[in-house]
């Protein structure tokens, strides 16, 4: 599992580097997500952009990583292909995660404002 990470003041973005998050890689997605949320910043964006299948044990790794975010951090998710996102609204998660349409949208918002 291929994750980038880039950290813009107090936001990390999560880059999902694999076109999909399955069952042959979601024990591992959600191990190296717990290694980047637990200690991290307040704000974790997983840019699913490059992400075109996610089966139900990928959806249950996002959920658990979106689960590992304590206190006041928080994990949104961005850049949901049109299939990505097919799913989240068919299992109604897209009323549990903040989505956003781009990395670039959430940078340039004003809670990243400097």
């Given at each position: 599992?291929?994750?980038?990470?880039?950290d813009t003041g107090d936001t990390r973005v999560v880059h999902v580097g694999e076109a999909?998050?399955?069952?042959?890689?979601?024990?591992?997605?959600?191990?190296?997500?717990?290694?980047?949320?637990?200690?991290?910043?307040?704000?974790?964006?997983?840019?699913?952009?490059?992400?075109?299948?996610?089966?139900?044990?990928?959806?249950?790794?996002?959920?658990?990583?979106?689960?590992?975010?304590?206190?006041?951090?928080?994990?949104?998710?961005?850049?949901?292909?049109?299939?990505?996102?097919?799913?989240?609204?068919?299992?109604?998660?897209?009323?549990?995660?903040?989505?956003?349409?781009?990395?670039?949208?959430?940078?340039?918002?004003?809670?990243?404002?400097?």
């Open positions: 599992m291929e994750l980038g990470i880039r999909r998050i399955d069952a042959a890689v979601a024990i591992q997605f959600k191990d190296q997500m717990r290694d980047l949320i637990v200690g991290g910043p307040n704000r974790v964006i997983l840019d699913l952009s490059a992400v075109t299948f996610v089966d139900s044990s990928g959806l249950g790794a996002i959920v658990a990583a979106m689960k590992q975010a304590v206190g006041p951090q928080q994990l949104e998710l961005a850049g949901l292909t049109r299939s990505v996102a097919k799913v989240f609204a068919l299992t109604r998660m897209d009323r549990v995660f903040t989505i956003h349409d781009s990395v670039d949208a959430v940078l340039a918002g004003p809670a990243n404002a400097e």
